[in-house]
């Protein structure tokens, strides 16, 4: 289960998870599907804070008039404000790339998902 560098850490986690679920009774299709969703769910917290190059060269491919759409059309949870201050980062998932900064008006964390 080594893959992707994973830690002794995260390796721990998802025995554990996977010894739970089976006292729960779950089947192994069941338990591989939940383990793998929380792979790639730590997989993709790992990159935090971080612009990958794959983002970048999609988000190239975007006309300009969307792009400030999609920077101008996130919600911040604190203010109800709904833009970007300079600075954001872009990261690529499986959806599409993700814009994640902070609040141009309260400094507070959003994210935005461009599909």
């Not at 969703?37 to 917290?45: G, I, K, R, V």
């Not at 980062?89 to 959003?110: A, P, T, Y």
Request: one cysteine or more; charged letters at 35%; aromatic letters at 12%.
């Amino acid at each position: 289960m080594q893959k992707r560098g994973l830690t002794m850490e995260y390796i721990g986690k998802y025995k554990e998870m996977a010894d739970q679920f089976r006292k729960d009774g779950c089947d192994e299709y069941t338990i591989e599907k939940f383990i793998r969703q929380e792979m790639e769910t730590d997989e993709f917290a790992k990159g935090n804070g971080c612009t990958d190059i794959e983002a970048v060269k999609l988000w190239r491919s975007y006309p300009d008039d969307i792009k400030q759409i999609w920077l101008n059309n996130a919600f911040c949870i604190n203010c109800g404000n709904a833009s970007f201050k300079k600075g954001y980062n872009l990261r690529r998932d499986k959806f599409g790339v993700v814009i994640e900064g902070h609040c141009s008006k309260c400094g507070e964390k959003i994210v935005r998902c461009c599909d």
